[in-house]
């Protein structure tokens, strides 16, 4: 507690803090290939990671045909 006579204490605003992304990455030996980041609070289920790595294998062929 303050000291009778003194400013009570500052409240400052809450801000919310930063959550957490999932990211999925695919990489080699030479670096990061493809990296798909998933929506906020979205799982990595089958369905999801089945599209992920068809958008991986579409720009896997792009770079190394």
């Given at each position: ?10 409240k ?17 030996n ?36």
């Open positions: 507690m303050a000291p009778e006579g003194s400013n009570p204490p500052l400052f605003k809450r801000q919310e803090s930063r959550k957490k992304q999932t990211v999925l990455s695919f990489f080699d030479c670096g990061v290939i493809f990296q798909h980041y998933l929506p906020m609070r979205t799982s990595v289920t089958a369905a999801v990671f089945k599209d992920v790595m068809n958008m991986f294998l579409k720009k896997f062929k792009e770079k190394r045909p």
